[in-house]
């Protein structure tokens, strides 16, 4: 029998009202309702906290700059046992939510879950080349960094309990860190992560938009590693996740 687990959704914006107002219609059409959603404006200068509260919405109000701040903010104030992240660009499929519930109810070990996505604002043969190319480079990159693999903020769950284990932790203060890598860091050593290429939601291609955009975040992502590579080096972190896989496989008893 597959346990119900109690979902929450936590959405960080900062001037993001037209493509929040898509995501949150599309959240609400979910085959699995969400307990809550919470939406952390993150200082927004347009109507993104109007546009949540219209959708039935939490408004949580964070003026510390930076996506880290804001997410964060949201994982404490979220009630479910299990918490959905997107940002509001993401485009969830219906069964996102049901997908994600599933996943955690079937499997008690799992700390967090990762999925993919594909670009839903550029033609479609630029999407199909560039889409694979982007998240692969990606996933398979920061796996070889963490051992294990990374959360991604448009598409990606975790457990609560898992959060509160790290909660205070993860940097809050530097809006240059990577808020998702971040997190991948510090659940890693600890808990189960699993990456799901059926979890997929579209995404803006918005990241793409210029050598600037670019560069900042690649920048943010060696920014981030290099915080987390003074604090543990890849050797050790890789020989950490083998020992752990090692323990887990001992039957009780046997060890």
Same mark, same amino acid.
């Given at each position: 029998?597959?346990?119900?687990?109690?979902?929450?959704?936590?959405?960080?914006?900062?001037?993001?009202?037209?493509?929040?107002?898509?995501?949150?219609?599309?959240?609400?059409?979910?085959?699995?309702?969400?307990?809550?959603?919470?939406?952390?404006?993150?200082?927004?200068?347009?109507?993104?906290?109007?546009?949540? #509260?219209?959708?039935?919405?939490?408004?949580?109000?964070?003026?510390?700059?930076?996506?880290?701040?804001?997410?964060?903010?949201?994982?404490?104030?979220?009630?479910?046992?299990?918490?959905?992240?997107?940002?509001?660009?993401?485009?969830?499929?219906?069964?996102?939510?049901?997908?994600?519930?599933?996943?955690?109810?079937?499997?008690?070990?799992?700390?967090?879950?990762? /999925?993919?996505?594909?670009?839903?604002?550029?033609?479609?043969? *630029?999407?199909?080349?560039?889409?694979?190319?982007?998240?692969?480079?990606?996933? *398979?990159?920061?796996?070889?960094?963490? /051992?294990?693999?990374?959360?991604?903020?448009?598409?990606?769950?975790?457990?609560?309990? #898992?959060?509160?284990?790290?909660?205070?932790?993860?940097?809050?203060?530097?809006?240059?860190?990577?808020?998702?890598?971040?997190?991948?860091?510090?659940?890693?050593?600890? *808990?189960?992560?699993?990456?799901?290429?059926?979890?997929?939601?579209?995404?803006?291609?918005?990241?793409?938009?210029?050598?600037?955009?670019?560069?900042?975040?690649?920048?943010?992502?060696?920014?981030?590693?290099?915080?987390?590579?003074?604090?543990?080096?890849?050797?050790?972190?890789?020989?950490?996740?083998?020992?752990?896989?090692?323990?887990?496989?001992?039957?009780?008893?046997?060890?």
């Amino acid at each position: 029998m597959v346990a119900e687990l109690s979902l929450s959704v936590v959405v960080p914006v900062k001037d993001d009202a037209v493509v929040l107002a898509r995501c949150l219609q599309l959240i609400r059409q979910q085959t699995l309702p969400p307990a809550e959603i919470v939406v952390v404006d993150n200082d927004s200068r347009d109507g993104s906290a109007q546009v949540a #509260a219209r959708y039935g919405a939490t408004v949580l109000a964070v003026q510390v700059p930076g996506i880290p701040a804001a997410a964060a903010a949201g994982y404490d104030a979220a009630v479910g046992t299990v918490i959905a992240r997107c940002d509001a660009d993401s485009a969830p499929p219906p069964d996102w939510l049901e997908r994600i519930q599933q996943a955690f109810a079937t499997d008690p070990s799992l700390g967090a879950l990762v /999925g993919t996505g594909y670009f839903y604002d550029l033609p479609r043969l *630029w999407s199909a080349v560039l889409s694979p190319v982007w998240r692969h480079s990606y996933l *398979w990159g920061m796996r070889l960094v963490l /051992g294990h693999p990374p959360l991604w903020g448009s598409n990606m769950a975790l457990r609560r309990s #898992a959060w509160q284990e790290v909660r205070t932790a993860v940097d809050r203060s530097d809006p240059e860190v990577h808020d998702d890598l971040e997190l991948s860091f510090w659940l890693g050593p600890q *808990w189960s992560i699993r990456y799901d290429g059926r979890l997929r939601v579209g995404v803006s291609p918005r990241c793409l938009y210029g050598l600037a955009q670019i560069r900042r975040r690649w920048a943010r992502t060696f920014h981030t590693v290099g915080v987390h590579w003074a604090i543990e080096r890849l050797w050790t972190r890789w020989r950490r996740r083998k020992a752990r896989r090692i323990i887990r496989q001992v039957p009780p008893g046997n060890g």
